[in-house]
């Protein structure tokens, strides 16, 4: 596609960028849509991070995405935040108004929640607690998530137990923090386990997790995609499991970034979830 100079542009920013499937994932909706746009990686390191985000409207850009490790240094630097991204302490999300403001949103919450209901359409939040592994900034979001669509209790374990109890104490509602020695045993009668770290994914080492105590029905997704496949999903599925991999997490929280750029609501399809495996 050809671009005029009415052009609508947004971006990823990030430190590194060039692994980031957004600009593939963004360009595939603008090619289908048939719309005047770009969506291109912006290389911002630390240092830069301030006087790229002020950049964004005077160079007429829409907006951008925020990927690591600028998520919540970011907050700092909008003028106004949404309670969603308040709440979790992190932003993804950068919208330019109208009136040349810049807005702060998260919807990692909500393509978390999206991928899971899309992967798992026989999960209710009220079916049973949900063990949720890490206490990172992608817990944040998946913990607000699970808390906010009704679920009883969430079971929070981290190696780091100070850290869980900051993150239980700072989004409140049902959650119990599980020292990380009991991790096997918080898997009684679950009905959801979420892994929010980076352990099983490609190159760092395996999530030690004993799935003996989980019920053969509760859902077991993870939030990272390299591989699709993790080794906890895979021995889930072995095991019976329903699982749903995290690629969908990444395509669901796109939808409402493109939206406010683009003024047009994109659909997560099988074929977009091809199109970006084969990057």
Known sequence: MILSGKA???????????????????????????????????????????????????????GANVTVPHKEAVLRLVDRLDPVAARIGAVNTLVVAEDGALEGRNTDAEGFLNNLRD??????????????????????????????????EIRLVNRTPEKAETLACALGG????????????????????????????????????????LP????????VYTPLETPLLA?????????????GMLLHQAVPGFEAWFGVRPAVTPELRAFVLAA
């Open 8 to 62: 609508k542009v947004a971006g990823v920013i990030g430190w590194p960028v060039g692994h980031s499937r957004s600009p593939r994932l963004h360009g595939w909706w603008l090619e289908q849509h048939g719309i005047d746009g770009a969506y291109i990686p912006l290389a911002v390191p630390r240092e830069g991070l301030e006087a790229a985000v002020r950049a964004l409207p005077a160079l007429g850009l829409r």
């Open 119 to 152: 992967g798992a359409p026989g999960w209710r939040s009220a079916a049973g607690p949900a063990v949720v592994i890490g206490a990172g900034g992608a817990a944040r979001a998946v913990v607000a998530a699970l808390a906010d669509a009704g679920v009883p």
């Open 174 to 213: 049902p959650v119990h923090v599980v020292p990380w020695f009991g991790r096997g045993g918080a898997l009684a009668e679950a009905a959801l386990l979420v892994n929010t770290t980076t352990l099983g994914m490609a190159g760092q080492p395996l999530l030690d997790l004993d799935l003996a105590h």
């Open 216 to 223: 053969p029905s509760a859902v077991v997704t993870d939030i």
């Open 235 to 247: 021995v889930a599925r072995a095991r019976g499991n329903p699982v749903v991999d995290g690629l």
